[in-house]
């Protein structure tokens, strides 16, 4: 990578962890782009260079998060079960939601934000596509190893997948639940997979 390239990732990562900061924090919802820009140390302007708005802050976290989810499957052995890979997807993506936010009210704002905005939330629903591209192909190599019923519908189970988690964080974010998010997560989890006949 270049030195200019590099810096235009350092100066986007700052911008990025300067969003999560503020609008994760007390007055979040009064936060501005020029806020966002001075905890950052750039300029409104340079704000404009890599984010169309505010809101866009959610979108760029999500789809980090995703970039770091696909390359911890990479990691995981060939020979792991395939209900235990996923449920290991599944706690890393949101242990790593929990690391990263440090708390729940920028989590919130991700959810309001990207489903209160038509162009955002279309971007997220490609991202649900490519989380779900990829525990299919968890799925797929569990049939290839006897694990996973050869008549699954693959692209069926794995949105089922994708939803399930998404569901279970607004449930925690916003609903009355005591149970911890990725307790709620597992359990739902373990259903799925008695259902998908999965050994």
Not at 45 to 64: C, L, P, V
Not at 114 to 119: A, H, I, Q, S
Not at 126 to 147: C, F, K, P, S, V
Request: with cysteine.
């Amino acid at each position: 990578m270049g030195k200019r390239e590099d810096n235009k990732k350092r100066t986007e990562q700052r911008l990025l962890d300067a969003g999560i900061r503020l609008l994760g924090g007390p007055n979040g919802e009064n936060v501005t782009v020029q806020d966002i820009a001075d905890e950052a140390g750039v300029s409104r302007a340079t704000f404009f260079n890599y984010f169309d708005s505010k809101q866009d802050i959610a979108t760029a976290f999500g789809r980090r998060q995703r970039e770091s989810i696909f390359a911890f499957a990479e990691t995981l052995p060939e020979d792991m079960p395939t209900a235990d890979k996923i449920l290991a997807v599944l706690r890393a993506d949101i242990d790593s939601v929990h690391h990263r936010l440090g708390n729940v009210t920028f989590a919130r704002y991700i959810m309001m934000s990207v489903f209160g905005n038509e162009r955002l939330a279309r971007a997220e629903l490609q991202n649900w596509d490519l989380l779900a591209q990829m525990y299919g192909d968890i799925l797929t190599h569990g049939i290839d190893r006897g694990e996973v019923p050869s008549d699954l519908d693959i692209p069926l189970a794995s949105r089922m997948i994708v939803e399930m988690y998404f569901s279970a964080q607004s449930e925690f974010l916003f609903g009355s639940t005591e149970v911890p998010c990725a307790e709620l997560i597992e359990r739902r989890a373990r259903m799925l997979f008695t259902g998908f006949g999965i050994s």
